[in-house]
């Protein structure tokens, strides 16, 4: 069995594009394959931005932290360690004045850290995340897929690959703030591309 982290990010909860978009991807996953879910929903897990302090916590050794310092290293190691646990990642990705929202960059600052989900080496940093799949759902009111203004899929690829997630697939439902046609169409091309999808991972 495959155990699938879902996470989501959008401020709407469920009524946000890319909450919908990912849970049909999971639910028609769920209908083919044999998957164990395991759900984030990062608006409601309260992760302020990182601050020295818990960067501090981190490098001190377990036994020798105080407890204001295993309660700030408890919240990066419960995430660190529910990534490890999981085989595919599949991420709601809305897009907020052309970046990813805050609370998910505060999760990726809390998952990407050195001798725990990479290493740093004379060649460079190495990922130790290997072997996920990684899906991301990306729901946008604009037309940017393919433009100098899609600022999210190079930074998803790059932060990903950083820590070893280098197969990751994009679901792109665009337009969705261009009228009822465009919205129409944005959605269509994003089940198109989540059937293929589907497709291929249980063939």
């Known amino acids: 069995m ?11 909860g469920k009524q946000g594009n890319s909450w ?17 879910i395991t759900e984030r929903d990062l608006d409601d897990t309260d992760l302020p931005h990182l601050s020295g302090a818990e ?3 981190w490098m001190t050794p377990a036994d020798q932290r105080n407890d204001e310092q295993q309660r700030l290293a408890g919240m990066s190691d419960k995430l660190v360690e529910e990534l490890k646990a999981h085989d595919i ?3 709601g990705m809305p897009m907020y004045n052309f970046g ?15 001798g725990i989900t990479f290493r740093y080496t004379e060649n460079g940093p190495v990922g130790l ?15 940017y897929q393919g433009t100098p203004k899609d600022s999210q ?7 990903l690959a950083f820590m070893g997630m280098t197969e990751v697939e994009f679901v792109y439902a ?10 129409n169409q944005g959605f269509s091309q994003a089940d198109e591309k989540i059937s293929e999808l589907i497709e291929k991972m249980v063939a």
């Open 153 to 159: 899929t190079q930074y998803l690829q790059d932060v």
């Open 129 to 143: 995340l290997e072997g996920k799949k990684v899906y991301v759902l990306a729901a946008r009111g604009g037309l």
């Open 2 to 12: 495959n155990k699938l982290l879902l996470i989501n990010s959008s401020l709407n």
């Open 89 to 91: 990642i599949v991420i």
């Open 55 to 57: 960067m501090a916590a």
């Open 100 to 114: 990813v929202p805050s609370v998910f960059k505060s999760w990726v600052d809390r998952v990407a850290r050195a």
């Open 20 to 36: 919908q978009l990912a849970e049909k991807f999971v639910q028609q996953l769920a209908k083919a394959a044999d998957i164990q």
């Open 174 to 183: 665009e337009g969705l703030n261009m009228g009822p046609e465009a919205a």
